[in-house]
């Protein structure tokens, strides 16, 4: 009887370890695995995965909005996302991948990983991603410029001011 309970033990013990090693080895969410599928979910929230880096340069030239097709979607893409005032940072990084979708260039360093435009100057900040329990996720904070990432919040105020009063 006492072999039993130690032979059952040791399967019961076998059977965890197995169990843990699977739970680790879990595939990243669809769309999120790497940095570069992050952004091109980010590209198909706004319907612009099959769009020419021409043609979106060109919208961007002429002030056309881009039209968002999966909020959920472009939400997904963050690791900070924390609500509406968010919107304007995610539509700035949207804008600064974008314009350089065809030559983007990734350099990963541990869990993080920072996308520029090759033609990009080194002075412009990165976009940063950060691997987030298996997936990869766009940083808003670190990519969104201090002074830049005020003026948005502001505009935001602003808007919902503006909003307040008119009711």
């Not at 990734?106 to 950060?130: D, F, N, Q, Y």
Request: aromatic share 8%.
């Amino acid at each position: 009887m006492r072999r039993l309970t130690l032979a059952a033990l040791a399967a019961l013990a076998a059977l965890a370890v197995l169990l843990v090693a699977s739970c680790e080895r879990e595939p990243a969410p669809n769309g999120f695995e790497s940095p570069s599928a992050t952004i091109d979910s980010l590209f198909r929230a706004y319907g612009v995965d099959d769009m020419a880096q021409d043609e979106a340069r060109r919208r961007l030239q002429a002030h056309e909005r881009f039209e968002l097709l999966d909020s959920t979607l472009f939400r997904t893409c963050f690791s900070d996302w924390q609500g509406d005032h968010d919107q304007a940072l995610g539509g700035f990084v949207f804008g600064q991948l974008v314009a350089g979708k065809d030559e983007l260039e990734i350099e990963l360093e541990g869990s993080t990983a920072e996308v520029r435009a090759a033609s990009a100057s080194v002075e412009l900040t990165p976009i940063v991603l950060v691997k987030q329990d298996r997936a990869w996720k766009i940083d808003l904070r670190k990519s969104v410029p201090p002074q830049v990432r005020q003026s948005l919040y502001e505009v935001y105020r602003r808007a919902r001011r503006a909003e307040r009063k008119a009711r």
